[in-house]
């Protein structure tokens, strides 16, 4: 079993313990299950820089990266940057998140957030809504076409956008539907951990226009940024190069500033 594998299986078995513990109905009736949404899309779309910035404190590849920091403090200095989103990791075992920095983040901001989570289940888009999410992500790794379809559609059903996460050819061509909003290219291998932003550069032509196109993992210099938007990327999601650092807000003010110039 690879670690993703891992991580599907614990996140199967979570997903029914919290079915178990919290009804459907508490998650409906919570205070933020009905506050309007904000489309990532439509922001990316409009924006010259399209950074997305992560609030993350680990991962199983790199253990601790910031267990410091406060998630308000993250996100409210990330606002200042100007940056176009941002996405909460909200897996506790495997990456120390919970659906309580979604929460924080949400009363501290208003940009539109992003639950960064492995989601298999229509019960997680009820969380996410309840928790002030803005924007779901789906991993075509970890579903077939049947459940991306299922899961993409409720997610609309609920005003949420959808980024949809490929790694390669294969999971890109059982992927696009109309009820994405954006396709995001993993340039991390899932199974090996290497990074190459090559791999957005290869699937970027076979990405439809009507979806904003997202590059993600091991974008950390500007000069990556600027090589991709020549691929037609608008989307840039940006995790440990900011949150590595002791003030990841003010790295993001930086990192902007040197983009914009």
């Known amino acids: 079993m690879n670690i993703l594998d891992k991580i599907v299986a614990d996140k199967y078995k979570e997903v029914a313990l919290k079915k178990n513990i919290i009804p459907v109905t508490q998650l409906e009736n919570s205070a ?35 267990q410091n920091v406060s998630v308000q403090d993250v996100a409210q200095g990330y606002q200042t940057a100007g940056v176009c989103g941002m996405s909460v990791l909200t897996d506790g075992k495997y990456f120390g998140g919970s659906l309580d920095d979604l929460l924080l983040a949400r009363s501290s901001v208003n940009l539109p ?12 888009l ?11 992500l789906l991993i075509a790794a970890v579903l077939d076409k049947a459940q991306i379809k299922q899961l993409s559609e409720f ?14 050819q294969e999971e890109l061509e059982k992927s696009i539907m109309p009820s994405l909003d954006m396709l995001g290219v993993n340039n991390r291998n899932l199974k090996t951990f290497e990074v190459s932003t090559d791999v957005s550069k290869t699937l970027s032509s076979q990405i439809p226009d009507e979806f904003v196109k997202v590059s993600e993992s091991g974008i950390s ?14 989307g ?20 902007i500033k040197q983009l914009a110039s």
């Open 221 to 234: 210099t500007v000069e990556a940024i600027k090589d991709l938007q020549q691929y037609g990327y608008e």
């Open 236 to 255: 840039f999601l940006i995790g440990e190069n900011f949150m590595k650092t002791e003030n990841p807000g003010d790295s993001a003010i930086d990192f």
């Open 126 to 136: 009820l969380e996410a809504k309840a928790h002030g999410a803005d924007v779901i």
């Open 32 to 66: 933020l299950f009905d506050r309007p949404t904000t489309s990532l899309a439509n922001t990316l779309r409009n924006s010259n820089t399209g950074i997305i910035a992560e609030h993350k404190r680990r991962s199983p590849s790199k253990a601790v990266i910031n």
């Open 155 to 168: 997610a609309k059903s609920l005003s949420l956008d959808v980024l949809l996460e490929v790694h390669n």
């Open 113 to 124: 957030l992003l639950r960064k989570e492995f989601i298999i289940d229509e019960y997680q």
